[in-house]
C-alpha cells in the first residue's frame, strides 16, 4: 500500500473548505480619500449633492429668454444685458426678449429657454445677432440631470481608482470606509538561507522565497508590517513567532513544516495557541502545507522549495488576501484550454499543478503545453510558462481532447484574454 495514503492527507478542496471556515472578519477603517487609492469601498456611498449643483450651460455663447410659443424670426437680434462666467453667476432673471454672454460651465439664470452657441452669433458685446436658433432648452445642463440627492454614487466593493476619488471628491467627500489592508508577516526559515547579495558558501541559497512573496504583495498593495529570518531553533521559532502574532494578522512562513529534526514551525505554533486546522494536502507540489489559527490570526506554513512556496501562494493565500481586502476578483483568472499533447504521470495519488505556457488559440479555446522541468525545485518551468491547470488526484493521463482550466498567474501576460474567471471553488 502506498504510505501516502496513510498519512491523512486531505483534498484541495478540502483544504480550501476547512481555510474559508476559519476566516476572520474583514476589518473596516475610515480613511481620507486620498489615500484610500487601490483600497475597497466597504460602503454604499448617496450623492449627498445634486450633480450638476445647479442649472449651467454645455456651451460658450449667449443665455437668451424667448418665448417659444411664437416663432422668432431670423436673424433675430437682442441687447446683451451682461455675463455670467464660471465662478462668477449672473443672478438676475432674464425677461424675455434678454440675452447674456455665457461660458461653458457658467450658471444659467433664471428665465433661460436656450444657450445659443457663439458659432450661431456675430459675437455682439452690447447686442447679439442670432442666424440659427436650437430648440427650447438647448445646451442647458440642468441641475440633478446626472445625479439627484440620494441617488447611489458608489457601491460596497468599488475598487478606490483614480476616476472614483475624483468623481466623489466632486460631491465634497473626503472620507471613505474601506476594507482594511491585511497585516502580513513574511518568515522565513533555514540556517541554509543567506541575503540573495551574499558570497555562498557550501550549502547555503539565497533567500529568494522571501523576494517572491514581498513581491508578490506588492501586487496586491500590502507592504508586510514583520519580517524575519528563523534559525532552525524550537526557542528562535517560538520567540519570533510571538513578536509577528503581535504585529501581524497573518503570519505566512517559508520551510519548516516537514517532518525533519531541524523543522519547528508546527510545535512551535501550536505551543503559543495555534490549533492545527490541517498539515499535508494530497497535492504535487506542496504537499507539507501547514494551515492554523488563533483568534484573529491565521498562519500558513508553506513548504520551502520555491515552486510549492508560489504555488502554495497563488492558491490558498491569494483569494485569502483579496477577500480581506474586499476585492470582489479574489481568485486567480482562468482561460479555457486544451493541452496539445497527451500528458501522463505515473503517481497518481495525489493531484498536480501541471505549469503550463499558453501556445496560441483556436475555436476550441487556448492552447497550452507543460512548460519546462515541474519539480518543486525548479523555477524554470515558473518562468517559462503562463499558469497552471490541475491533473485530478488517481488521474493518469490527459487527452488533447480533454477540456482544460487553466489558472493564470497574476502577472501573466494572457491576463487580458481571459474568458471567464476561474476559483478552485473559491467562488462556491
Known amino acids: 500500500m502506498n504510505t501516502e495514503i ?6 484541495i478542496q478540502e483544504a480550501i473548505k476547512i481555510i474559508k471556515e476559519n476566516l476572520p472578519e474583514r476589518k473596516i477603517e475610515e480613511r481620507a480619500i486620498t489615500e484610500s487609492l487601490g483600497s475597497y469601498l466597504a460602503q454604499d456611498i448617496m450623492a449627498p449633492e445634486s450633480l450638476p449643483r445647479f442649472n449651467n450651460s454645455a456651451m460658450d455663447g449667449y443665455a437668451v429668454a424667448l418665448d417659444f410659443e411664437t416663432p422668432a424670426k431670423l436673424p433675430l437680434t437682442l441687447p446683451v444685458i451682461g455675463e455670467s462666467q464660471a465662478g462668477i453667476p449672473y443672478t438676475d432673471e432674464l425677461q424675455s426678449g434678454e440675452a447674456i454672454q455665457i461660458s461653458t460651465g457658467a450658471y444659467v439664470p433664471e428665465g433661460t429657454t436656450l444657450i445659443v452657441p457663439v458659432e450661431e452669433t456675430n459675437n455682439g458685446d452690447s447686442e447679439v445677432k442670432i442666424r440659427n436658433l436650437g430648440d427650447q432648452y438647448a445646451h442647458i445642463r440642468f441641475a440633478g440631470e ?7 454614487i458608489a457601491r460596497k466593493y468599488d475598487h478606490v481608482t483614480p476616476p472614483l476619488l475624483s468623481w466623489l471628491a466632486g460631491f465634497g467627500i473626503i472620507t471613505v470606509q474601506i476594507f482594511r489592508t491585511p497585516r502580513v508577516a513574511i518568515l522565513t526559515t533555514g540556517e541554509e538561507l543567506t541575503e540573495i547579495d551574499a558570497i555562498l558558501k557550501p550549502g547555503q541559497i539565497r533567500n529568494t522565497n522571501q523576494v517572491y512573496l514581498e513581491a508578490l504583495f506588492e501586487l496586491l498593495r500590502i ?18 513567532l510571538t513578536e509577528a502574532s503581535e504585529m501581524a494578522d497573518i503570519l505566512i512562513l517559508s ?13 512551535a505554533a501550536e505551543s503559543l495557541g495555534y490549533n492545527r486546522q490541517f498539515w499535508k494536502v494530497a497535492q504535487k507540489p506542496g504537499k507539507p502545507l501547514y494551515f492554523a489559527s488563533r483568534k484573529e490570526n491565521l498562519l500558513f506554513g508553506l513548504p520551502g522549495n520555491p515552486v510549492s512556496t508560489l504555488i502554495s501562494t497563488l492558491v490558498y493565500i491569494y483569494p485569502v488576501l483579496n477577500y480581506l481586502q474586499g476585492n ?5 483568472y482562468c482561460i479555457e484550454s486544451h493541452l496539445n499533447k497527451e500528458y501522463k504521470r505515473k503517481k497518481t495519488n495525489r493531484a498536480q499543478y501541471l505549469l503550463v505556457k499558453v501556445m496560441g488559440k483556436s ?5 497550452v503545453e507543460p512548460a519546462g522541468h515541474q519539480h518543486s525545485h525548479m523555477m524554470s518551468g515558473v518562468t517559462a510558462g503562463d499558469g497552471f491547470l490541475v491533473v485530478p488526484q488517481h488521474t493518469k493521463e490527459m487527452s488533447p481532447e480533454m477540456k482544460q482550466i487553466v489558472y493564470l498567474f497574476p502577472w501573466s501576460d494572457f491576463i487580458t484574454a481571459c474568458e471567464n474567471e476561474g476559483s478552485l471553488q473559491w467562488d462556491a
Open 146 to 152: 446626472e445625479v439627484a440627492i440620494g441617488d447611489t
Open 6 to 11: 496513510l498519512e491523512n492527507m486531505i483534498s
Open 328 to 332: 470582489p476578483l479574489r481568485e486567480l
Open 363 to 367: 475555436k476550441e479555446g487556448f492552447i
Open 223 to 240: 507592504k508586510p508590517v514583520y519580517t524575519n529570518r528563523i534559525p532552525d531553533s524550537l526557542t528562535m521559532t517560538r520567540e519570533i
Open 255 to 267: 520551510g519548516g513544516v516537514s517532518v525533519g529534526p531541524h523543522d519547528h514551525v508546527k510545535d
